[in-house]
Each structure stands twice: as structure tokens, then as C-alpha cells.
T-cell receptor, first 114, second 114 residues
């Protein structure tokens, strides 16, 4: 069984300051892990994906995430927040050796303070 | 990455009626997935649709309520049957992208049942 826990339902940061969105996972096998972003009234967009290559994964729009097996974590970071980053972020896990079913976290709403 | 066209984008329906949602992928894919996103919540997998076989439903979802068709490798439909206000949600389809990097999502169907 696989699961993912997003530790914060809402994060607020000032524009230009770092962003940290936290995610812990549980998986029976070596997982694939994703971060997706959902802007208001828009579809889901893939930010980045981990698949057992480099543990530090770089994504679009300056986001990156680090896979830490010992901590079962896959936190999303960005050095400097921009107003356009305001959105809902989902951490997602897939059992790489099982079916391709995705399990979504409950989401973190990121608010950027001008 | 793959592009998915989903329609309708939104609809308001009377209780007791049915709505069929369509998804067209711009490339052939073996598996397609249907998700529900209830208001203010995360995505929950409804079923996995493979071409040429019956869909596989997740716990809590049944074929009589959410019949799925998968007539070919680029197209799928989800029907929400005998609708009630509790079915008001966003419904999304998904498919693996061409490069195998992640999963692409349709833009979603926002359903309101009155």
C-alpha cells in the first residue's frame, strides 16, 4: 500500500522569500514521487518527478525537491517565491513496481504575500 | 508530453440524470485514469481504464454508478449516472505522457448537480 502525507494544509510566504512544502510518503516498493501544481480553475501541471535517479530533482519554474529515503520525505522548495506561485500543490506517489495508480496527498495551498 | 482534451469543461445537471465526460489523448496510451476532486479536497482515483477490457474500480466506486468506456487507445468516457448533489465535483482524466516522465491530466469537468 502507498500513501502520502502533506504536513501543511496552508503555507504563506512573502514574495522573494524561500518556499518549503513538506511531504512524507509510504510505499511498499521503491516509489515514483511527483509534485503537481493546480492554479485556480486550471488543470494539474507536473512540476517534477523522482524515479530513483538523482535524489535532488529540479523542476519547472525554479522548484526542486530532494528525495530522502531515510526520512521518507520528498519536500518541495524554491529559493525565492513569486506571486505567480500562488496555487494548490499536491505531492503524489506511485508504486513503481506495481500498477501505475497515483495516490495524491491532501494538498498544500501556497499563498504569496506581496 | 501528451495532450488531453476533456469535455465538457463544466455542466449543471438535474438530479437523477446522467452526464458523460469525454477525454481524447493526442497519442496512444495503454492506460487511462479517472479521478474525482470533491470541493476543497484532493484527487481520488475512481478507476483505471484499459483498452479492450473492463475498467478496474477503486474501493467505493462501482460500475453501475460510473460506467467507463475505452473503445480505442486514444479515447475514454466516464458517465456519472443517476446523479445526486453529492456527485458535484471536478472529474479529471489522466494518461501517462509520451516520454514516460509523468502523467498528463485533462483540464477537468466541473459538475454541479441541482
Amino acid at each position: 500500500a502507498q500513501s502520502v502525507t502533506q504536513l501543511d494544509s496552508h503555507v504563506s510566504v512573502s514574495e522573494g522569500t524561500p518556499v518549503l512544502l513538506r511531504c512524507n510518503y509510504s510505499s511498499s516498493y521503491s516509489p515514483s514521487l511527483f509534485w503537481y501544481v493546480q492554479h485556480p480553475n486550471k488543470g494539474l501541471q507536473l512540476l517534477l518527478k523522482y524515479t530513483s535517479a538523482a535524489t535532488l530533482v529540479k523542476g519547472i519554474n525554479g522548484f526542486e525537491a530532494e528525495f530522502k529515503k531515510s526520512e521518507t520525505s520528498f519536500h518541495l522548495t524554491k529559493p525565492s517565491a513569486h506571486m505567480s506561485d500562488a496555487a494548490e500543490y499536491f505531492c503524489v506517489v506511485s508504486d513503481r513496481f506495481g500498477n501505475e495508480k497515483l495516490t495524491f496527498g491532501t494538498g498544500t495551498r501556497l499563498t504569496i504575500i506581496p | 508530453s501528451a495532450v488531453i482534451s476533456q469535455k465538457p469543461s463544466r455542466d449543471i445537471c438535474q438530479r437523477g440524470t446522467s452526464l458523460t465526460i469525454q477525454c481524447q489523448v493526442d497519442s496512444q496510451v495503454t492506460m487511462m485514469f479517472w479521478y474525482r476532486q470533491q470541493p476543497g479536497q484532493s484527487l481520488t482515483l475512481i478507476a483505471t481504464a484499459n483498452q479492450g477490457s473492463e475498467a478496474t474500480y477503486e474501493s467505493g466506486f462501482v460500475i453501475d454508478k460510473f460506467p467507463i468506456s475505452r473503445p480505442n487507445l486514444t479515447f475514454s468516457t466516464l458517465t456519472v449516472s443517476n446523479m445526486s448533489p453529492e456527485d458535484s465535483s471536478i472529474y479529471l482524466c489522466s494518461a501517462p505522457d509520451r516520454e514516460g516522465y509523468g502523467y498528463t491530466f485533462g483540464s477537468g469537468t466541473r459538475l454541479t448537480v441541482v
